[in-house]
């Protein structure tokens, strides 16, 4: 267990899932940069978060839940928790019968290939487990290119995955050491790609080389 001075942003097990580097400069090096895709994505998250509560028949539908699990090490928000009627859910004192929670996680682009978003909602549905003292099955990504939800099953393979990953960005921000770049070709549509510099920080690359090279002179 986690104390309430070690808890990490939920959003930093997407960061190191897409690329540790990011992560430590985000979370580490406070580094940050916005590009076109970074700011669409915030515009979104800004007018999911700014939603009044909604009620539908057998559906409760809240925005901006705050979250904590000192299971994982982690806090932050969902976008998006639907509470839907159900003899399995868990009872609030201010509304009747009981209730399942289905966190809803919401993103600009489309679909990655690394599981890094549903790393993401998974760590949401444990900290509404450890909160609530229920069991979350399953969860949604809205992606904003196909503007439909992919729904996500929780199963006992991604709550391995998204353990190990807290465990591995709590060791890696303990360790105070950012890793070097490594470009692939999904870097150029990193918002941090001019201050990361990825071809020129990479394993391989060294301040001696970089200067003979520039002057055309061997060191």
């Not at 925005?63 to 609030?92: I, N, P």
């Amino acid at each position: 267990m986690y104390r309430e001075d070690e808890l990490l942003p939920i959003s930093a097990l997407q960061h190191y899932l897409f690329c540790p580097r990011q992560c430590a400069l985000i979370h580490l090096e406070q580094v940050w940069a916005e590009n076109i895709l970074t700011a669409e994505g915030r515009l979104l998250h800004d007018r999911v978060h700014s939603g009044d509560a909604e009620n539908r028949v057998g559906i409760r539908t809240v925005f901006a839940v705050k979250l904590r699990s000192l299971q994982l090490g982690l806090c932050g928000q969902a976008d998006m928790v639907e509470f839907r009627r159900s003899e399995q859910g868990v009872r609030f004192s201010e509304l009747n019968g009981c209730w399942q929670p289905y966190p809803v996680e919401y993103k600009h682009g489309k679909p990655k290939l690394e599981p890094c978003d549903e790393v993401q909602l998974c760590a949401q549905a444990v900290c509404i487990e450890e909160m609530l003292n229920i069991e979350v099955p399953q969860g949604a990504i809205f992606y904003g290119t196909p503007r439909r939800r992919t729904e996500v099953r929780f199963t006992e393979t991604l709550r391995q995955l998204t353990t190990q990953t807290a465990k591995e960005v709590h060791a890696l921000l303990k360790r105070q050491r950012t890793p070097a770049g490594h470009y692939e070709k999904k870097c150029k549509k990193c918002s941090l790609y001019d201050l990361c510099l990825p071809r020129a920080t990479g394993p391989k690359k060294n301040i001696a080389a970089y200067i003979s090279k520039a002057f055309d002179t061997p060191l």
